[in-house]
C-alpha cells in the first residue's frame, strides 16, 4: 500500500546528502533510455566531447585561418586522419620562421554557438587560442583572447570551468589544472542529484506512482519552488566572478541546493548600458525579461 510506505511519505529529498554518490549517466540510461537518446540531441547533452570530424560543427577550408595581431601568429585547425591539431605559425617577409602544432584532445560546446578546444598535456588541461563560431561560420581568437592576451596554449582549465561545461572531472589533489578521469559531456545527475538511492530502491522494488506522489528519491526540478529551479540553472548560466563560501567547492552544489550555499556570483554592470550582458549569463537576461517579470505578479 504506496500510501502507508515511509517512501512515499516523505516530504524532502533524500538524494542530497553528502554521503549519497553519483551512479553516472550509463546506469540511468538502464530505466531511461528514450529519456537518455532525447538528451544527448541537446545543447547541454552534446556540451564536451572528444574531438574529432563528427563531433566537430566547424568547417575545415581554405578561410579556417586566425591571424592574431596582437602577438603576430596565425593559427590554421586542421584534421590528418581523424586527429584535429591547431598550427600556430608565424611569416616574416613571406618566410614561415616558427611553427608549433598541437593536437586537439577536446571539442567543448554543443555547436549551437561554438566549438572550443581543448588541450590535454599528461592530464593538464589547457584551452587551445581558436574557437569555431558557428552562428557566425568562421573561425576567430577564443572568448578572452581577443584582448591580447599572452597565453597562447598555456590557458590552464579550472574546476570553475571544467564543472559547467562538463559533468564534474576527477581533479588531482593539489592541482589546479590537472585531471585524472575526465568525463564526455553533461550528464543526468547534474540536474537531478546524485542516483544512488534511486536506483537502488528501484532495483529492490520500491517503486512509486509518480501520477499520484513525489518520487523523493531523487531530485525532479519540476518539484521545486521557482527560486530552487533557477539556482540550477545559475549554477552555469549566471557568469560573473563566483565566490565560494569557506570550505566548499564547485562540486558541492546539487539540484534542490540553495546556490548561495556554494558560492555567491557577483554579476558586472557596464557603465554605459544595464542590458549589456557578457555571453554566458543567459539566468541574468532571463530575469529581465517581460515574460519573467509578468510570472512574479
Known amino acids: 500500500n504506496q500510501k502507508s510506505s515511509p517512501i512515499s511519505q516523505r516530504t524532502t529529498f533524500v538524494n542530497l546528502e553528502d554521503s549519497v554518490h553519483y551512479v553516472g549517466m550509463n546506469t540511468c540510461r538502464s530505466c531511461h533510455n528514450d529519456v537518455y537518446e532525447s538528451f544527448m540531441e ?3 547533452g552534446r556540451s564536451f566531447d572528444h ?6 560543427d566547424a568547417v575545415f577550408d581554405e578561410h579556417a585561418l586566425v591571424y592574431d595581431k596582437h602577438k603576430n601568429f596565425y593559427y590554421q585547425p586542421f584534421f590528418k586522419d581523424s586527429i584535429l591539431y591547431i598550427k600556430e605559425f608565424r611569416l616574416e617577409k613571406g618566410d614561415t620562421t616558427f611553427i608549433r602544432i598541437e593536437k586537439i584532445d577536446y571539442i567543448v560546446g554543443s555547436g549551437q554557438h561554438t566549438n572550443s578546444h581543448i588541450i590535454n598535456f599528461n592530464g593538464y588541461i589547457f584551452q587551445a587560442p581558436i574557437t569555431y563560431y558557428t552562428q557566425d561560420g568562421k573561425w ?7 584582448e591580447g592576451t599572452l597565453e597562447r596554449f598555456d590557458r590552464f582549465l579550472t574546476s570553475e570551468c571544467l564543472t559547467c561545461h562538463n559533468h564534474y572531472p576527477t581533479q588531482v589533489e593539489g592541482s ?5 578521469k575526465m568525463p564526455t559531456g553533461i ?10 538511492i534511486h536506483v537502488k530502491e528501484k532495483l529492490a522494488g520500491q517503486l512509486i506512482d509518480t501520477s499520484k506522489y513525489i518520487d523523493y528519491s531523487i531530485v525532479n ?9 533557477l539556482d540550477i540553472c545559475q549554477r ?3 557568469q560573473g566572478v563566483a565566490i565560494l563560501e569557506d570550505g566548499k567547492s564547485f562540486y558541492d552544489f546539487k539540484p534542490g541546493m540553495k546556490l548561495s550555499d556554494v558560492f555567491n556570483v557577483f554579476l558586472p554592470r557596464y557603465s554605459n548600458s ?4 557578457i555571453m554566458a549569463s543567459q539566468a541574468d537576461r532571463l530575469k529581465k525579461s517581460p515574460c519573467f517579470l509578468q510570472s512574479q505578479e
Open 42 to 44: 541537446t545543447g547541454m
Open 51 to 56: 574531438a574529432s570530424r563528427e563531433k566537430s
Open 140 to 146: 576567430d581568437m577564443a572568448p578572452g583572447f581577443k
Open 176 to 180: 589546479i589544472n590537472k585531471f585524472s
Open 187 to 196: 550528464e543526468c545527475e547534474r540536474c537531478h542529484g546524485p542516483g544512488e
Open 221 to 229: 526540478p519540476a518539484h521545486l519552488e521557482r527560486d530552487l529551479q
Open 236 to 238: 552555469c548560466h549566471l
Open 274 to 277: 544595464h542590458d549589456k550582458f
